[in-house]
């Protein structure tokens, strides 16, 4: 394909990243067996770190930015995708070494690439994303740490971000009593909605200091790490499950060993960059049955490409809310 199409590449320039739309042909893409004419891809936390610069996350310049995309085969050379094939690609080094999803075209690794599983369609794929795949994975991980519904209340933290609002509707689907903790109190109404039936106020928290707090949740999903995590930590039942997957508010981990030996707390880390490709599968399924958000619709707004830089900016520092969903024509 030697047609010339639009790409949110992303420039070092006086040693800052700098990111715009360029014209690219598929000769300056990094090397792939499958390509892929893009129908949606979605911004997420990584690719707003990426394409500000705000941190260092891109491992080589110029580099066509997004870690998300979905659409149709054009061109394979591997046996297991063939040209007409609807297929999701997210994740490994899309969007940070290897030219990513932001693009009118992708060419990809044929071991990223994952079939459109039956139930969703391209623009739900992207409405997920990389933000409801790590949802999905939490959930599974938690699971399979006996996370169930009739164990108590679970609490979602960073709750109006991309992963936890999908988080906080997949959980009400299965039927867990969700509390949302949030820094934006007017958005209570929007976090009901999506199935929260407890909303906390992130600046009224009391978080106290003792190395175990009266219990509060069976299950914790954390956007945000930091103090955070650590009080989630200290606030668990016995033999609750926390899975962390974000630092939004920090990297730092203070707690003490006293809530893993004594309440047997399970801290499990969900890394959705790698995942080996069945349980990538697997999670990808459940995204399409019994995990579907019921309220994509809500969540997901669409934005031009163009537009993704500015929108960057705010995701940093916290004004968003859901998923933002990029359309290619096509
Ligand atoms: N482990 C993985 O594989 C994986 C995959 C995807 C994302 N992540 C990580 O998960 C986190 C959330 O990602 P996302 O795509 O959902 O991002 P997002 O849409 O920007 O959501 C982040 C949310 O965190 C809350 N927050 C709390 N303190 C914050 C602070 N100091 N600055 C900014 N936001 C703050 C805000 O919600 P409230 O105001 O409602 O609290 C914000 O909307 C990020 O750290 C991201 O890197 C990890």
Redesign the pocket.
Known sequence: MTDTFQALRVFEEAGKSVARVADVTEDDLSAGEVVIRTAYSSV???D?LAITGAGKVIRRYPCVAGIDAAGTVVASTDARFKVGDDVIVTSYDLGVAHDGGLAQVVRAKADWVVPLPAGLSLFEAMALG??GY?AGLAIELAQMNELAPDRGKVLV????????SLCIDMLSRLGYAVTA????MS?APYLQSLGAAEILD?SKLEMGSRPLEKTLWAGAFD???GDQLGWLTRTMQPSGVIAS?????GIELKTTVLPFILRGVRLIG????FTPMPLRRKVWQRLATDLKPRHLDAIAHPIALADVPAYCTR????R??GRAVVTFDR
């Open positions: 997420n936390y990584k707003a990389t933000a790590t933290n960073g709750a109006t971000g991309g992963v936890a903790l949030t820094g934006k958005e992130r956007s945000v790490g997957f974000g630092n939004a508010g969900v890394d959705s960059g995701m940093l520092e916290g968003i809310r």
